[in-house]
């Protein structure tokens, strides 16, 4: 956990991101990975780089919710198609609506923790669900880390390494 607070610190300083303050009026009422749980007790969401290309703006705790809810009204048919499907335990993590890219961090047992590509039109597709970072930890430095720049996000430039799918 050291590490997620060190990095929460040094984010903290660069002028280009900002940190929300916390909120602990709002609770969160799910299981969810210490890590996430130390951001929410340390921050309360964070914009990376937003006049950046690929700047991202990670979450609030009002903002984490079912990754579905967030993009697909309730009255959309889609609802028939996901009912009790597993991606209706993935949570909204991080998202830039502009470029249509959201991550969503993953609460079953099986893959707790890890984070994956829900870019809109491919969210929740098998094969097209790529894992992006083992915990939101990771997740989180690598974001930091690219800065928000370059030619594409972190996990589709090279030296990334492809961790798998989420259906894998």
């Given at each position: ?21 916390p ?40 903002e ?7 993009l ?52 929740g ?15 989180l ?17 090279s030296?990334f ?8």
């Open positions: 956990m050291e590490n997620l607070k060190e990095l929460i610190e040094l984010i903290s300083k660069d002028s280009n991101c900002k940190i929300l303050e909120n602990n009026e709002t609770v969160i009422d799910k299981k969810i990975p210490n890590d996430l749980d130390l951001f929410f007790k340390l921050t309360n969401g964070i914009n990376l780089f937003e006049n950046e290309p690929y700047g991202i703006k990670v979450i609030t705790k009002e984490f919710i079912s990754t579905n809810k967030y697909y009204p309730e009255d959309d048919v889609i609802w028939e198609e996901l009912e009790g499907d597993i991606t209706n335990e993935w949570f909204l993590i991080a998202k830039s609506p502009e470029l249509a890219q959201y991550i969503s961090i993953d609460l079953t047992d099986q893959n707790f923790g890890k984070c994956y590509d829900s870019y809109l039109s491919t969210h597709e098998e094969g097209m669900s790529e894992i992006i970072a083992n915990n939101f930890t990771e997740l430095w690598n974001l930091y880390n690219s800065r928000g720049k370059g030619k594409s996000w972190y996990w589709n430039e030296p390494e492809k961790i798998g799918d989420a259906f894998d």
